[in-house]
């Protein structure tokens, strides 16, 4: 039988209180911990702005004394484009169940990702999204979102011993958060408020994203 790791994947360029609170979101529904995984070119990205180092450091002061929160550096170890599926085989191989944790939009289009029919087959996701505010489905998608379940600590251990991808629905309100707004406001000279303050102080003291940047 698997063990479970949950995974919530993202450039984390920088990390922000909104990438802390669907962690938390998550943790505190699941009774499990979660792993941030930051990705060391994403396939939906040209780059990140600051290096994995920097981006490292920064997720791990985000956590500092935070028991559910963890950081998995898998992803950033890999070089170029890295893609989902890749992740998936890797844990596989460790007899490690991966859940990954992700929005509404990035469900949705699941099909458009590399690999997409094995993930949508066989990778478990843990999906974002309001209640009952959801857009079209592909076939596909749509007979596993017909068979989710509500996430809890119960309902996640179905993923221990199973062939087929689960899907597991947390509802949770948009967050009003980017990276690319706060790296502006950081590039204009500005103290961001959904910055954690260790993470702001450490890009103070390193001089990051101080250069008007786009995206």
Wanted: glycine residues 6%; aromatic residues 8%; hydrophobic residues 40%.
């Amino acid at each position: 039988m698997k063990s479970i790791r949950l995974l919530l994947g993202g450039s984390f360029d920088p990390v922000h209180q909104g990438h802390l609170r669907v962690a938390h979101t998550v943790a505190d529904a699941s009774g499990q911990t979660v792993f941030l995984l930051p990705t060391s070119q994403s396939p939906f990205k040209a780059g990140a702005h600051a290096s994995a180092e920097h981006r490292l450091a920064m997720l791990q002061l985000a956590i500092a004394e935070q028991a559910s929160l963890a950081v998995d550096t898998f992803e950033l170890q890999q070089t170029g484009v890295h893609y989902t599926i890749a992740t998936w085989r890797h844990f596989q191989a460790l007899q490690i169940a991966p859940v990954f944790i992700i929005g509404w939009d990035a469900f949705a289009s699941l099909e458009r990702w590399h690999e997409g029919e094995t993930l949508i087959a066989n990778a478990h996701f843990i999906v974002l999204a309001r209640d009952g505010e959801h857009d079209e489905l592909s076939s596909s998608l749509q007979q596993r979102w017909q068979m989710r379940q509500k996430l809890s600590a119960d309902t996640l251990q179905s993923v221990r011993a199973s062939e087929h991808g689960q899907t597991f629905f947390c509802p949770m309100e948009k967050i009003e958060l980017s990276s690319s707004a706060i790296r502006c406001e950081l590039a204009e000279g500005r103290q961001p408020a959904g910055l954690p303050k260790a993470v702001y102080h450490y890009i103070e003291q390193h001089q990051l994203y101080r250069q008007p940047l786009a995206g």
